[in-house]
T-cell receptor, first 113, second 112 residues
């Protein structure tokens, strides 16, 4: 199993600013992902965080808006840039230990005013 | 894109009753998983069923999979107030390794 922590757990931000969310895993993992969950909605994959190379973004998400770092196998960050109220969501990181098991962090609840 | 569709979107039952949630998906899969989310927090993995399996049990949970109909169901027996949560099905994501494609979820309320 894997224990995942995220910082911050929640934040309230002003539009136009940026927020960096951290994801820390208690063991080395190859696959790490970032998801967004808009209010009352399901989870949508933002990108796969690749260690040592650029993240792989899903359709509708771009690096300029959601830059991701993955400096090692236990840590990743997601930045939400130039925020607008539409970015208010829960952002979750997850790790895949196998093709059959994923563990999720507790999420970061973001409110943009 | 979202692949799974759950129904019902919301379900309200009393403790002791059974809760059944359904999920449909569009493309072929290797496996299908069910997750629980309490009050907008992190997701907890409940159970996984592989594409060559038809039924699986785990405690009070029973999952079925019908690949010909591209559908799955999650049954929670003898529900408890602590089962109140949102339940999501998820299928493996074709282009992203182990990433998951989530359905819209069912919000379950179990009243004492």
């Amino acid at each position: 199993s894997a224990v995942i922590s995220q910082k911050p757990s929640r934040d309230i931000c002003q539009r136009g600013t940026s927020l960096t969310i951290q994801c820390q895993v208690d063991s080395q993992v190859t696959m790490m992902f970032w998801y967004r969950q808009q209010p009352g909605q399901s989870l949508t994959l933002i990108a796969t965080a690749n260690q040592g190379s650029e993240a792989t973004y899903e359709s509708g998400f771009v690096i300029d808006k959601f830059p991701i770092s993955r400096p090692n196998l236990t840590f990743s960050t997601l930045t939400v840039s130039n925020m607008s109220p539409e970015d208010s969501s829960i952002y979750l990181c997850s790790v895949g230990l196998s093709s059959e098991t994923q563990y999720f962090g507790p999420g970061t609840r973001l409110l943009v005013l | 894109s979202q692949q799974g569709e759950e129904d019902p979107q919301a379900l309200s039952i009393q403790e002791g009753e059974n809760a059944t949630m359904n999920c449909s998906y569009k493309t072929s899969i290797n496996n299908l998983q069910w997750y629980r989310q309490n009050s907008g927090r992190g997701l907890v993995h409940l159970i996984l069923i592989r594409s060559n399996e038809r039924e699986k049990h785990s405690g009070r949970l029973r999952v079925t999979l019908d690949t010909s109909k591209k559908s799955s169901s999650l049954l929670i027996t003898a529900s408890r107030a602590a089962d109140t949560a949102s339940y999501f099905c998820a299928t493996d994501y074709s282009n992203s390794g182990y990433a998951l494609n989530f359905g819209k979820g069912t919000s379950l309320l179990v009243t004492p």
